[in-house]
């Protein structure tokens, strides 16, 4: 062997950061599903967390428009001017929330923008607060910020929400950052006006800071939505809301997600961008404008299948011997409780129902609830009637 071939053997010393990152469940399980699929296997998938309805015509419109338009070169990090203050309309007509252009920020998918958050308001040692079940990335972006993820845990005896005595128990002088998901990813639980209002006042008593990921915004079928910034000024100064297209508007690929904030914030996200990834896509920030006009029916008609399918969901979860399941306010999945079944821990399952029922669901474990599994109803009836019928007689014990 020469030396360059040596060279080339020689191990690779990876940043710590990176060593320690743990790969995201829900999309590792996806991954595995569809190569099972690939090689022929009729897998039923209730994993994935996107829409499976078409991006409007309108949106795809706009973006072959763009392309047409040789709409293709650079734009600010932030996002052009025009979908910024379309963004700010949106704020303001659906949320009671005023903001200036300025205080908006466009980044690659929602994800992408609360982990720039993160990353320009968390020093070392910083702490945040996450209640559990949290989507799967919210503790890992975390740590990647060198900051320290505080998890407080709920139950569905509280129907997976945090109260302020709840937060109590946690808080400290670290702590910097709360975040809260309404609707929620994975148990789909809203928080109401009352509860917010209740939560915005420990923040502020505590000089804390909100990050309000409200991506699940349109997909609510019990109550309302409302944004813990619109209480008042005080409030409205310590919180980032996060929102985006990904699931309002069936949007998942083309990955554009904005923040609302304080001017303060978002020029430091703005510098940010510009040293990292730059703006989003210009075809893509074209196709969200239009789908700031898309007409609202068209989004209802979406909200009113999933509730359909919700009910049936829940219902068929429910009539499994040794499955509970908390019906959803919001977003598109049930989490149900999957203790009784004594089947072992939450990945123990979701591996037995892949191998063995040819259904794909997502461990709890990830979402921090290892009693739980995480079924997502964004795919047909007919899909979901299987999958169940499938679970539940892999669940059934034999007679």
Same mark, same amino acid.
């Given at each position: 062997?020469?030396?360059?071939q040596?060279k080339?053997h020689q191990? #690779?010393? %990876?940043s710590?950061?990176?060593k320690?990152?743990?790969?995201? #469940?829900?999309?590792?399980i996806?991954?595995k599903?569809?190569?099972?699929?690939s090689e022929?296997?009729?897998?039923?998938?209730?994993?994935?967390?996107?829409?499976?309805?078409?991006?409007?015509d309108l949106?795809?419109?706009?973006?072959?428009?763009?392309?047409?338009?040789?709409?293709t070169?650079?734009t600010?990090?932030?996002?052009?001017?025009?979908l910024?203050?379309?963004?700010?309309e949106?704020?303001?007509?659906?949320n009671?929330?005023?903001?200036?252009?300025?205080? #908006?920020? %466009?980044?690659?998918?929602?994800?992408?923008?609360?982990?720039?958050?993160?990353?320009?308001?968390?020093?070392?040692?910083?702490?945040?607060?996450?209640?559990?079940?949290y989507?799967?990335?919210?503790?890992?972006?975390?740590?990647?910020?060198s900051?320290?993820?505080?998890?407080?845990?709920?139950?569905?005896?509280?129907?997976?929400?945090?109260?302020?005595?709840?937060?109590?128990?946690?808080?400290?002088k670290?702590?910097?950052?709360?975040?809260?998901?309404?609707p929620?990813?994975?148990?789909?639980?809203?928080?109401?006006?009352?509860?917010?209002? &209740?939560?915005?006042?420990?923040?502020c008593?505590?000089?804390?800071?909100?990050i309000?990921?409200?991506?699940?915004?349109?997909l609510?079928?019990?109550?309302?939505h409302v944004s813990i910034?619109? $209480?008042?000024?005080?409030?409205?100064?310590?919180?980032?809301? !996060?929102?985006?297209?990904?699931k309002?508007?069936a949007?998942?690929?083309?990955?554009?997600?904005?923040?609302?904030?304080?001017?303060?914030?978002?020029? &430091?996200?703005n510098?940010?961008l510009?040293?990292?990834?730059?703006?989003?896509?210009?075809?893509?920030?074209k196709?969200?404008?239009?789908?700031? %006009?898309?007409?609202?029916?068209?989004?209802?008609?979406?909200?009113?299948?999933?509730?359909?399918?919700?009910?049936?969901?829940?219902?068929r979860?429910?009539?499994?011997?040794?499955v509970?399941?908390?019906?959803?306010?919001?977003? $598109?999945? !049930? $989490?149900?409780?999957?203790?009784?079944?004594?089947?072992?821990?939450?990945?123990?399952? &979701?591996?037995?129902?892949?191998?063995?029922?040819e259904?794909?669901v997502?461990?709890?474990?990830?979402?921090?609830?290892?009693?739980?599994?995480r079924?997502?109803?964004?795919?047909?009836?007919?899909d979901?009637?299987?999958g169940?019928?499938?679970f539940?007689?892999?669940?059934?014990?034999p007679?």
């Open positions: 062997m020469n030396i360059e040596k080339c191990d #690779i010393r %990876l710590r950061r990176v320690d990152l743990k790969p995201s #469940i829900t999309l590792e996806t991954a599903a569809k190569k099972m699929r022929g296997i009729d897998i039923i998938s209730l994993s994935a967390g996107e829409p499976d309805f078409n991006t409007p949106v795809k419109e706009a973006a072959k428009q763009a392309i047409d338009d040789n709409f070169r650079y600010p990090a932030a996002g052009i001017l025009e910024r203050k379309g963004v700010a949106k704020l303001k007509r659906d009671d929330l005023e903001y200036s252009p300025e205080c #908006i920020s %466009l980044c690659s998918g929602a994800k992408h923008a609360i982990y720039n958050v993160i990353q320009v308001l968390c020093d070392p040692n910083d702490e945040v607060l996450i209640p559990a079940p989507w799967v990335s919210y503790p890992e972006m975390v740590l990647l910020a900051a320290k993820p505080v998890i407080i845990p709920t139950t569905e005896s509280m129907n997976f929400k945090i109260t302020p005595d709840l937060l109590e128990k946690y808080v400290t670290k702590s910097k950052i709360l975040i809260l998901n309404s929620s990813n994975p148990t789909g639980m809203v928080y109401s006006g009352e509860e917010l209002k &209740a939560l915005s006042e420990f923040v008593k505590n000089d804390l800071i909100v309000s990921d409200e991506i699940y915004e349109k609510i079928y019990d109550g309302e910034a619109s $209480f008042h000024d005080e409030i409205k100064q310590r919180t980032v809301v !996060v929102n985006g297209f990904s309002s508007h949007m998942t690929g083309w990955r554009v997600g904005y923040t609302a904030a304080r001017i303060e914030i978002a020029q &430091a996200m510098n940010l510009s040293q990292s990834t730059s703006n989003v896509s210009s075809i893509t920030q196709a969200s404008l239009a789908a700031l %006009l898309v007409e609202e029916s068209v989004i209802r008609n979406m909200r009113n299948e999933f509730l359909k399918r919700r009910d049936l969901i829940v219902d979860l429910n009539n499994i011997a040794g509970t399941c908390l019906k959803p306010e919001g977003a $598109f999945y !049930v $989490f149900p409780n999957i203790k009784n079944l004594q089947r072992g821990p939450s990945m123990t399952v &979701a591996n037995a129902l892949l191998d063995q029922a259904v794909a997502v461990p709890g474990i990830g979402f921090g609830a290892d009693e739980n599994i079924l997502s109803y964004a795919c047909s009836a007919e979901i009637t299987e169940l019928n499938r539940e007689a892999w669940a059934t014990p007679s």
